[in-house]
């Protein structure tokens, strides 16, 4: 089934809450602090877990432009933007495309509030509190954004 036809095809129920909006969950402006701290945005997202969810169902929609998609490109070109220049600069991994390493670490930091109920699943026998699954998203993304020479 698609998600179109729960929503009656309306992509008017998500066009609200997105926009502008959408681009607040993401990784902070200096990429260094991904491998030196594992700072991966992940704090806003407890927050605003629905910004995560709208998204999801956006890309169920799969609409031929989602809205205010001009200003969110935009913003979403700075931050692969600031791991570029922070792979040129070796600060961080460059063993795969900023782009890619951007995504990847947005992926990972959203997907915990995006699908609750599977962390909860996989976490059966030592429930995972917000802070336990902040730590794990610090970790992969510093390995992810680590320079192997180091």
Same mark, same amino acid.
């Given at each position: 089934?698609?998600?179109?036809?729960?929503?009656?095809?309306?992509?008017?129920?998500? @066009?609200?809450?997105?926009?502008?909006?959408?681009?607040?969950?993401?990784?902070?402006?200096?990429?260094?602090?991904? $491998? !030196?701290?594992?700072?991966?945005?992940?704090? /806003? /997202? %407890?927050?605003?877990?629905?910004? *995560?969810?709208?998204?999801?169902? @956006?890309?169920?929609?799969?609409? %031929? @432009?989602? =809205? /205010?998609?001009?200003?969110? *490109?935009?913003?979403?070109?700075?931050?692969?933007?600031?791991?570029?220049?922070? !792979? !040129?600069?070796?600060?961080?991994?460059?063993?795969?495309? $900023? =782009?890619?390493?951007?995504?990847?670490?947005?992926?990972?930091?959203?997907?915990?509030? +995006?699908? =609750? !109920?599977?962390?909860?699943?996989?976490? +059966?026998? /030592? =429930?995972? #509190?917000?802070? #336990? +699954?902040? @730590?794990?998203?610090?970790? +992969?993304?510093?390995?992810?954004? #680590?320079?192997?020479?180091?």
């Amino acid at each position: 089934m698609r998600a179109g036809s729960l929503v009656g095809g309306d992509p008017g129920v998500v @066009e609200p809450h997105l926009g502008a909006s959408a681009s607040s969950p993401g990784v902070p402006g200096d990429v260094a602090l991904i $491998g !030196q701290h594992g700072l991966v945005g992940a704090d /806003d /997202d %407890p927050e605003h877990p629905e910004l *995560t969810r709208l998204l999801l169902w @956006e890309g169920l929609l799969d609409l %031929p @432009e989602v =809205p /205010d998609e001009d200003s969110r *490109t935009a913003y979403y070109r700075t931050k692969v933007a600031a791991f570029t220049r922070a !792979q !040129q600069t070796h600060l961080i991994s460059d063993d795969m495309s $900023g =782009p890619d390493l951007a995504f990847l670490i947005l992926a990972l930091a959203g997907w915990w509030y +995006a699908v =609750p !109920q599977m962390a909860r699943m996989m976490h +059966a026998d /030592d =429930p995972a #509190t917000q802070e #336990t +699954a902040r @730590e794990a998203l610090m970790r +992969a993304a510093m390995k992810l954004a #680590t320079p192997t020479s180091l």
